[in-house]
T-cell receptor
């Protein structure tokens, strides 16, 4: 079964509103989680590294005020898309690895965001 | 900076044939890990196989094997006896500092594999 769960799997929101996406590690504690964005027919682009108890590390070109990341516990990271616009419509997916076994990275099911 | 290159945007293969998906990488780190993932149209990321930079043997997982040529910095995925269900997008990925789950993983551009009946 899934060891990383992401919710919701899809969401439609109006322009200007904010949307929160949750990523949970189900049977291990994840001090670090990763958030990716994927446009249709393209690869996964790393947006940011979510660090439990501290600020997220954003990749170059990713607006930290636009994509708020909170990693308040060892099993939960959230990504909030603030003041969403149609160009934010994309597939967002999170990832985490077991601290003691990093030979596999587990992914959430992904969230398809559509901003209308 | 680390980089992953997949030069085959798309491939067509006859069912039951073997197929090789190419992947080259660039890193200045001596310690790293290489991954292959399958992404069907549903969007989920399915882990296929992992190879550590210090692993002497090529990784194998069922019908999947990784042809690891360290000097050439290549990590090709070989799928034996392809099946219709293998049709999907395939991504090669790399993590530097292979023992750290806190190290980020970057992905290649992917190869879309289509299996013909």
């Amino acid at each position: 079964g899934a060891v990383v769960s992401q919710h919701p799997s899809w969401v439609i929101c109006k322009s200007g509103t904010s949307v929160k996406i949750e990523c949970r590690s189900l049977d291990f504690q994840a001090t670090t989680m990763f958030w990716y964005r994927q446009f249709p027919k393209q690869s996964l682009m790393l947006m940011a590294t979510s660090n439990e108890g501290s600020k997220a590390t954003y990749e170059q070109g990713v607006e930290k005020d636009k994509f708020l990341i909170n990693h308040a516990s060892l099993t939960l990271s959230t990504l909030t898309v603030t003041s969403a616009h149609p160009e934010d419509s994309s597939f967002y997916i999170c990832s985490a690895s077991r601290p003691t076994l990093n030979t596999e990275a587990f992914f959430g099911q992904g969230t398809r965001l559509t901003v209308v | 900076a680390q980089k992953i290159t997949q030069t085959q945007p798309g491939m067509f293969v006859q069912e039951k044939e073997a197929v090789t998906l190419d992947c080259t990488y660039d890193t200045s780190d001596q310690s790293y890990g290489l991954f292959w993932y399958k992404q069907p149209s549903s969007g989920e990321m399915i882990f296929l196989i992992y190879q550590g930079s210090y692993d002497e043997q090529n990784a194998t997982e069922g019908r999947y094997s990784l042809n690891f040529q360290k000097a050439r910095k290549s990590a090709n995925l070989v799928i034996s006896a392809s099946q219709l269900g293998d049709s999907a997008m395939y991504f090669c990925a790399m993590r530097e500092g292979r023992r750290s789950s806190a190290s980020k993983i970057i992905f290649g551009s992917g190869t879309r594999l289509s299996i013909r009946p």
